[in-house]
């Protein structure tokens, strides 16, 4: 996720460009950079680091400019340097570009490109699209809106794009799919950013554009267009956010909107991550068929939220790749003189890539001579540089302490070794990782559905907001989901919560229920092992002491025992994680509003923890 800005207009563009990328990093602030709209050659600017970094550079140096593009970078495809840094430029330093999303098909375009002499500075997958649009410019004679038209047809993915260049400076274009992007309106001056928190200081009038929609904007107006040149009659409205509800894209809270950014979370972590031949595209994994058979097992090391997933990546390697999956405490690994050695294949997941915990035990493991995949939200932290390989989630910056759309994108980043590994040790063919792909390729939608009816879940939520502990019943994939929920309570309810194995409960824990006590129930998915009917005689048990039960279930499932059920979509049992956390989440998060907590910096923690 990245914060892209452009302005046309009647002041001096540096202002509203710097502002608004002000306003937009917390959408991403790996690096940030600008392209001012000065004749014959553009000005352009960019540092690695926060907008302060690009700041400090420009200093005085500016030229008077009244229109041009900025970017503040979330990093995907290669790491947070000064020539990563947005705008992208063609080889005469005419055309800039700026991106946020990604272009599934970057790399056959750049063959294609370097094939005809384009030369890249960078690695990223944006600056193909600065040397095609130069190309599909000339062949338009110059019109740089029929030239995005044209470039957009070529690219796969996600993508916002703004595009200017310097024979006609003051005109931006712009266009999206699968990515956000609001022009706003002004007086003898116009917009175009991310979200509207970039301008709402200069306007409140605002266009949205649909899927696929080509603008063209100069400093008195604006025109929208399909791909096929045919003319898009504007829908203006009126904003009504201030800057910082715009910031939370109008949610409450920063944990509010990163939940409901889940489905897109998930969905950009899957893109291009099967082939047309059916296979796992995996290829920064930089391990060998061969070194992959020759694995004697996988240990994966985490913390928190994030050894949650840890615990679900044992269920699905397991069962895929059919490899031993140990799954460590990273504060406690190193201190047991684990068994590792050059056939151990360490998963490090860490939303931050700085916990200390995490990189202590990747350290032990290296030196013990183990192969550390590192899985990590934050492009270029500590713990991919020091891992031998990093699969990135494409969750976007998490703002909100307590971690959501890090957790379902570190489950899918796992889900996908799985599967890379089963076809790699020829445990699964294409055909049955085709169809386990699908099955994931489904789960964005159906997140989308648990959203959209969370309001019964919220208003009973507030009923339990007194209890002074909850409990969190889960069995086989259950049970991480179960202890993921009780920790979302703990850190931002404050209250005590505890997760349990469901069929650990006789073992102790169930001397815990008295009259009125919350419980939560994860029901299995599948009736394999009969293990729906054993969560059901479990909800029977709590129930008959007086336990008040939450069952969260399938559509499909039949639910005896309840006091109250929260529906969520079918999904086979070893993906019933993705979809049975989302209520988790929302549950915890309605009860710290309730409480009147901060939620998105609960007291005492921190969103990475460096210290050990
Ligand atoms: C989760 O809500 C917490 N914020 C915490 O448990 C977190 O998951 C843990 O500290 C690990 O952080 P990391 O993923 O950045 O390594």
Redesign the pocket.
């Given at each position: 996720m990245c914060g892209i800005v452009g302005y046309t207009g009647k002041q001096s563009a540096i202002t509203p460009l710097i502002e608004g990328l002000r306003r937009l990093e917390y959408r991403g602030y790996d690096s940030a950079g600008i392209a001012l709209g000065t004749p014959n050659k553009l000005f352009i600017e960019k540092r690695a680091g926060k907008l302060a970094n690009l700041e400090a550079e420009l200093g005085v140096k500016i030229p008077t400019a009244q229109s041009g593009i900025g970017h503040t970078r979330w990093a995907t495809h290669g790491g947070p340097t000064d020539r990563n840094a947005h705008p992208h430029v063609d080889n005469e330093g005419k055309l800039a570009v700026i991106h946020n999303g990604i272009i599934e098909n970057y790399t056959q375009l750049r063959t294609e490109l370097e094939s005809r002499g384009h030369k890249f500075e960078s690695e990223t997958d944006t600056e193909s699209v600065a040397h095609l649009l130069s190309d599909l410019r000339k062949s338009h004679k110059g019109d740089l809106s029929a030239a995005m038209r044209e470039a957009a047809k070529y690219l796969r993915g996600s993508f916002t794009l703004l595009a200017i260049h310097s024979d006609a400076p003051t005109i931006i274009v712009g266009v999206r799919r699968n990515s956000p992007l609001v022009v706003g309106l002004g007086d003898g001056e116009n917009f175009m950013a991310s979200d509207v928190a970039a301008f709402i200081d200069y306007t409140k009038r605002a266009v949205e554009l649909g899927q696929d929609h080509v603008v063209t904007m100069t400093p008195s107006a604006i025109s929208i267009t399909d791909l096929e040149g045919n003319a898009v009659v504007p829908k203006e409205y009126e904003i009504t956010w201030d800057a910082s509800a715009a910031q939370k894209g109008g949610f409450s809270h920063f944990m509010l909107k990163e939940i409901f950014e889940q489905p897109k979370a998930v969905a950009d972590t899957l893109v291009g991550r099967l082939d047309e031949n059916n296979h796992i595209v995996l290829d920064e994994l930089h391990l060998s068929k061969q070194e992959i058979q020759n694995l004697k097992k996988i240990v994966v090391l985490?913390?928190?939220?994030?050894y949650h997933a840890g615990m679900l990546a044992k269920y699905a390697i397991e069962k895929w790749a059919k490899i031993t999956v140990e799954v460590e405490l990273a504060s406690e690994f190193r201190y047991r003189d684990p068994l590792i050695d050059s056939q151990t294949l360490v998963i490090a997941?860490?939303?931050?890539?700085?916990?200390m915990d995490?990189l202590m035990a990747l350290r032990h493991a290296k030196s013990a001579g183990a192969r550390i995949l590192a899985v990590c939200n934050t492009n270029s932290s500590t713990i991919p540089r020091e891992s031998d390989a990093v699969l990135y989630t494409h969750a976007g910056p998490e703002i909100a302490?307590?971690?959501t759309k890090?957790?379902l994108t570190q489950v899918i980043a796992v889900y996908l070794i799985g599967l890379h590994l089963a076809q790699e040790r020829v445990v699964l063919t294409g055909v049955q990782v085709k169809e386990i792909f699908n099955e994931l390729l489904e789960l964005p939608s159906k997140i989308e559905q648990i959203l959209e009816t969370v309001e019964p879940l919220r208003e009973l939520t507030r009923g339990f907001a007194q209890s002074t502990s909850v409990l969190f019943l889960g069995r086989n994939v259950g049970f991480p989901v179960a202890l993921e929920g009780a920790?979302?309570l703990k850190?931002l309810a404050y209250m005590h919560a505890e997760g349990f194995a469901g069929g650990e409960l006789k073992h102790g824990p169930i001397a815990l229920i008295e009259e009125g006590t919350p419980v939560i129930a994860i029901l299995p998915a599948s009736h394999e092992h009969g293990l729906d009917e054993k969560m059901l005689s479990n909800i029977q048990e709590v129930k008959a002491r007086g336990a008040l039960v939450i069952v969260i279930a399938q559509e499909s499932a039949v639910v005896t025992g309840a006091t109250h059920i929260i529906r969520i979509p079918d999904a086979p049992s070893l993906l019933q994680p993705v979809l049975a956390t989302v209520p988790l989440q929302v549950f915890a998060y309605e009860m710290a509003v309730a409480r009147g907590n901060d939620v998105d910096q609960p007291r005492n923690?921190a969103?990475?923890?460096t210290v050990e």
């Amino acid at each position: 996720m990245c914060g892209i800005v452009g302005y046309t207009g009647k002041q001096s563009a540096i202002t509203p460009l710097i502002e608004g990328l002000r306003r937009l990093e917390y959408r991403g602030y790996d690096s940030a950079g600008i392209a001012l709209g000065t004749p014959n050659k553009l000005f352009i600017e960019k540092r690695a680091g926060k907008l302060a970094n690009l700041e400090a550079e420009l200093g005085v140096k500016i030229p008077t400019a009244q229109s041009g593009i900025g970017h503040t970078r979330w990093a995907t495809h290669g790491g947070p340097t000064d020539r990563n840094a947005h705008p992208h430029v063609d080889n005469e330093g005419k055309l800039a570009v700026i991106h946020n999303g990604i272009i599934e098909n970057y790399t056959q375009l750049r063959t294609e490109l370097e094939s005809r002499g384009h030369k890249f500075e960078s690695e990223t997958d944006t600056e193909s699209v600065a040397h095609l649009l130069s190309d599909l410019r000339k062949s338009h004679k110059g019109d740089l809106s029929a030239a995005m038209r044209e470039a957009a047809k070529y690219l796969r993915g996600s993508f916002t794009l703004l595009a200017i260049h310097s024979d006609a400076p003051t005109i931006i274009v712009g266009v999206r799919r699968n990515s956000p992007l609001v022009v706003g309106l002004g007086d003898g001056e116009n917009f175009m950013a991310s979200d509207v928190a970039a301008f709402i200081d200069y306007t409140k009038r605002a266009v949205e554009l649909g899927q696929d929609h080509v603008v063209t904007m100069t400093p008195s107006a604006i025109s929208i267009t399909d791909l096929e040149g045919n003319a898009v009659v504007p829908k203006e409205y009126e904003i009504t956010w201030d800057a910082s509800a715009a910031q939370k894209g109008g949610f409450s809270h920063f944990m509010l909107k990163e939940i409901f950014e889940q489905p897109k979370a998930v969905a950009d972590t899957l893109v291009g991550r099967l082939d047309e031949n059916n296979h796992i595209v995996l290829d920064e994994l930089h391990l060998s068929k061969q070194e992959i058979q020759n694995l004697k097992k996988i240990v994966v090391l985490a913390c928190g939220t994030a050894y949650h997933a840890g615990m679900l990546a044992k269920y699905a390697i397991e069962k895929w790749a059919k490899i031993t999956v140990e799954v460590e405490l990273a504060s406690e690994f190193r201190y047991r003189d684990p068994l590792i050695d050059s056939q151990t294949l360490v998963i490090a997941i860490s939303q931050s890539g700085e916990t200390m915990d995490t990189l202590m035990a990747l350290r032990h493991a290296k030196s013990a001579g183990a192969r550390i995949l590192a899985v990590c939200n934050t492009n270029s932290s500590t713990i991919p540089r020091e891992s031998d390989a990093v699969l990135y989630t494409h969750a976007g910056p998490e703002i909100a302490v307590a971690s959501t759309k890090a957790f379902l994108t570190q489950v899918i980043a796992v889900y996908l070794i799985g599967l890379h590994l089963a076809q790699e040790r020829v445990v699964l063919t294409g055909v049955q990782v085709k169809e386990i792909f699908n099955e994931l390729l489904e789960l964005p939608s159906k997140i989308e559905q648990i959203l959209e009816t969370v309001e019964p879940l919220r208003e009973l939520t507030r009923g339990f907001a007194q209890s002074t502990s909850v409990l969190f019943l889960g069995r086989n994939v259950g049970f991480p989901v179960a202890l993921e929920g009780a920790l979302k309570l703990k850190e931002l309810a404050y209250m005590h919560a505890e997760g349990f194995a469901g069929g650990e409960l006789k073992h102790g824990p169930i001397a815990l229920i008295e009259e009125g006590t919350p419980v939560i129930a994860i029901l299995p998915a599948s009736h394999e092992h009969g293990l729906d009917e054993k969560m059901l005689s479990n909800i029977q048990e709590v129930k008959a002491r007086g336990a008040l039960v939450i069952v969260i279930a399938q559509e499909s499932a039949v639910v005896t025992g309840a006091t109250h059920i929260i529906r969520i979509p079918d999904a086979p049992s070893l993906l019933q994680p993705v979809l049975a956390t989302v209520p988790l989440q929302v549950f915890a998060y309605e009860m710290a509003v309730a409480r009147g907590n901060d939620v998105d910096q609960p007291r005492n923690l921190a969103k990475s923890v460096t210290v050990e």
